[in-house]
C-alpha cells in the first residue's frame, strides 16, 4: 500500500468538513488532476452533493502518513463549482 503523502479536505461555508480524500502522489498538481478525474467521470454522480456545497477545499501534506500538517498546502474557493 502506497504511503498516504497528502489529505484534500472540502468545507463548507462555515467551516465544517464535509469530506475528505487521501492520495499517494508526490505532487499536488496530480491531486488537483485525479479530483477532477474523480468529479466528472463515472462516479460523478455520487460526488453532485458534496461538490454544491463546498465552499473551499485544502490539500494538506502528511510527512508521516498520518497526521496533517497544521496549515494547508492549497486552498482552493471552489463555491459550490467543478475544479478547473
Do not use: C
Not at 479536505?9 to 464535509?18: E, R, S, T, Y
Not at 505532487?27 to 468529479?39: A, G, V
Not at 460526488?47 to 496533517?68: C, F, N, V
Amino acid at each position: 500500500m502506497a504511503k498516504q503523502t497528502y489529505i484534500a479536505v472540502f468545507l463548507a461555508g462555515d467551516g465544517k468538513q464535509l469530506h475528505f480524500e487521501r492520495f499517494g502522489y508526490k505532487n499536488t498538481t496530480t491531486i488537483i488532476k485525479k479530483l477532477t478525474e474523480l468529479f466528472t467521470g463515472h462516479w460523478s454522480f455520487v460526488y453532485k452533493d458534496i461538490i454544491s456545497e463546498t465552499e473551499t477545499m485544502e490539500i494538506y501534506a502528511t510527512p508521516d502518513g498520518y497526521t496533517r500538517e497544521k496549515s494547508p498546502t492549497i486552498t482552493m474557493l471552489m463555491k459550490g463549482e467543478l475544479l478547473k
